[in-house]
């Protein structure tokens, strides 16, 4: 359940639906990106009704682990005899390889921050489309190595481009569905960026200021909805991070 005031998260709720619709004229959370996603009840975006499946999403900055413990979730669920679907954005998808290519090779350096948010989103609408709500609508468990709230960490807040114009950009390309659960994965970005192997990629190269808004963006949005989220301190041994995750994912119904 959520700790805040019941009028502050209807308000909440009201205008992210109101500016979702292209409705809202004025913002009563206000201020900079960091108050607005403590105020925005991302959940408003859309639901996973009308689904029979389950949908897990694993979010957080570079070098939190989110491929590997997405991988290893997948694995028990497997074993508890769930059909499960393993993917990730971008590029699991046609034309998702392409959009890798374009958004992370650093060849794309300068590439214009809201170019790079619409192909994270069109990478995004194909995924959702092609692969997350089929296998949701035959009962499949969904893992996902990022999702939405990569773009509103990265683009909104990261770079600049307005929680509130990545939310309207998110909810068009994914239908507004939402997971039923996403877990965080919390590192500071210096430990984060240490773990990486290989000539870091676009984003990668980026600074740790930057890459410190970002993991602040993913604490913030967990914080406006708990009861969605799952933040985990990703410095711990792997077999613990495992464990908290299970827990949860427990409360879901599964394994």
Same mark, same amino acid.
């Given at each position: 359940?959520?700790?805040?005031?019941?009028?502050?998260?209807?308000?909440?709720?009201?205008?992210?639906?109101?500016?979702?619709?292209?409705?809202?004229?004025?913002?009563?959370? =206000?201020?900079?990106?960091?108050?607005? $996603?403590?105020? %925005?009840?991302?959940?408003? $975006?859309?639901?996973?009704?009308?689904?029979?499946?389950?949908?897990?999403?694993? *979010? &957080? =900055?570079?070098?939190?682990?989110?491929?590997?413990?997405?991988?290893?979730?997948?694995?028990? @669920?497997?074993?508890?005899?769930?059909?499960?679907?393993?993917?990730?954005?971008? =590029?699991?998808?046609?034309? &998702?390889?392409?959009?890798?290519?374009?958004?992370?090779?650093?060849?794309?350096?300068?590439?214009?921050?809201?170019?790079?948010?619409?192909?994270?989103?069109?990478?995004?609408? *194909? /995924?959702?489309?092609?692969?997350?709500?089929?296998?949701?609508? %035959? =009962?499949?468990?969904?893992?996902?190595?990022?999702?939405?709230?990569?773009?509103?960490?990265?683009?909104? #807040?990261?770079? &600049?481009?307005?929680?509130?114009?990545?939310?309207?950009?998110?909810?068009?390309?994914?239908?507004?569905?939402?997971? /039923?659960?996403?877990?965080?994965?919390? #590192?500071?970005?210096?430990?984060?960026?240490?773990?990486?192997?290989?000539?870091?990629?676009?984003?990668?190269?980026?600074?740790?200021?930057? /890459? *410190?808004?970002?993991?602040?963006?993913?604490?913030? @949005?967990?914080?406006?909805?708990?009861?969605?989220?799952?933040?985990?301190?990703?410095? @711990?041994? #792997?077999?613990? #991070?495992?464990?908290?995750?299970?827990?949860?994912?427990? *409360?879901?119904?599964?394994?």
């Amino acid at each position: 359940m959520s700790t805040r005031p019941a009028s502050a998260l209807m308000v909440a709720r009201a205008m992210a639906w109101a500016e979702v619709q292209g409705e809202a004229r004025v913002n009563p959370c =206000g201020g900079d990106a960091r108050r607005r $996603l403590r105020c %925005r009840d991302v959940t408003t $975006l859309g639901t996973v009704s009308g689904t029979t499946g389950v949908f897990i999403a694993f *979010e &957080g =900055g570079e070098g939190a682990g989110k491929s590997s413990r997405a991988r290893t979730l997948a694995q028990r @669920l497997r074993a508890g005899g769930h059909e499960v679907v393993l993917t990730h954005e971008p =590029g699991d998808t046609r034309i &998702g390889p392409q959009v890798r290519h374009i958004v992370l090779d650093v060849s794309s350096e300068g590439l214009d921050p809201r170019a790079e948010a619409l192909l994270y989103s069109a990478d995004r609408a *194909e /995924h959702v489309g092609s692969v997350v709500r089929p296998a949701l609508d %035959r =009962g499949a468990v969904v893992v996902t190595d990022r999702y939405v709230d990569s773009s509103l960490a990265y683009q909104g #807040v990261g770079r &600049g481009l307005g929680v509130d114009a990545i939310v309207r950009l998110s909810a068009f390309a994914t239908g507004g569905l939402v997971p /039923h659960l996403t877990v965080v994965l919390d #590192v500071p970005a210096s430990i984060g960026r240490s773990r990486l192997a290989g000539p870091a990629d676009r984003l990668e190269g980026e600074p740790d200021a930057f /890459h *410190e808004r970002v993991r602040q963006a993913f604490l913030d @949005l967990a914080a406006a909805s708990p009861h969605r989220y799952l933040v985990v301190d990703a410095t @711990l041994p #792997v077999e613990h #991070v495992d464990a908290a995750v299970l827990d949860r994912v427990k *409360e879901l119904g599964l394994p």
